[in-house]
């Protein structure tokens, strides 16, 4: 089966400018959530989806961070505008549901530079 | 809350040597762990995991068991090749709730 897709593999972008980061799950996973992994890390959950609703956003800073999921497939996560410490490589990732013993399927991330 | 504690790296093993990497767990009920790993530039991959105590999760060569009497998931391999240098996450997840991670083991194996 094809992995779950992200785009662009690379960004960089100076402070104060907006990004965008697309993902495409797996097909048939309801479940997809967006990760932030600073260098030396492990990733830190950002927003969690099921299908096109929200699940958990707790740790989203939504000042200057979106995400959407509009048809409970592919999602896009916005940054606007871009600080310094958003510097990190943001993973998206997709299960077939919630249940804790469905395992969650990585993308390879998009690396996101701030000047 | 949920918190994942890993062994600090780096690891630096030589070809065929034995692979502990430790990893211990807090959590309020009984979770799902996992280990994930990371190859450089690329995204986590699900390497093992266990649902329930004393399950065993085993995946090429590699192993780990579910001791709650412990809070423990260490992650072992009996012989260790240059291929599976990587960074290791040791991971939890309760009902539904969102997976955990502890922050990465690097290992890096020398022929």
């Known amino acids: 089966e094809a992995g779950v897709a992200q785009s662009p593999r690379y960004k960089i972008i100076e402070k104060r400018q907006s990004v965008a980061f697309w993902c495409n799950p797996i097909?048939?996973?309801?479940?997809l959530y967006w990760y932030q992994q600073i260098l030396g890390q492990g990733p830190k959950l950002l927003i969690q989806?099921?299908?096109?609703?929200?699940?958990?956003d707790s740790q989203l800073p939504k000042d200057r961070f979106s995400a959407e999921r509009l048809k409970g497939v592919d999602s896009t996560l916005k940054i606007q505008p871009a600080k310094l410490e958003d510097s990190a490589v943001y993973l998206c990732?997709?299960?077939?549901?919630?249940?804790?013993?469905?395992?969650?399927?990585f993308g390879d991330g998009t690396r996101l530079s701030i000047l | 809350g949920d918190s994942v504690t890993q062994m600090e790296g780096p690891v630096t093993l030589s070809e065929e040597a034995f692979l502990t990497i430790n990893c211990t767990y807090t959590?309020?009920?009984?979770?799902?762990l996992f280990w994930y790993v990371q190859y450089p530039g690329e995204g986590l991959q699900l390497l093992l995991k266990?649902?329930?105590?004393?399950d065993k999760g085993s995946n090429k060569g590699f192993e780990a068991t579910y001791r709650k009497e412990t809070t423990s998931f260490h992650l072992e391999k009996g012989s260790v090749q240059v291929s599976d240098s990587a960074v290791y996450f040791c991971?939890?997840?309760?009902?539904?709730?969102?997976?955990?991670f502890g922050s990465g083991t690097q290992l890096t194996v020398l022929p």
């Open positions: 990732a997709s299960s077939l549901g919630q249940y804790s013993n469905q395992p969650q399927h």
């Open positions: 097909s048939g996973h309801a479940t």
């Open positions: 989806f099921q299908n096109n609703g929200v699940v958990d």
């Open positions: 959590a309020t009920g009984y979770p799902s």
């Open positions: 266990a649902t329930k105590a004393d």
């Open positions: 991971a939890l997840r309760e009902a539904a709730r969102q997976l955990t």
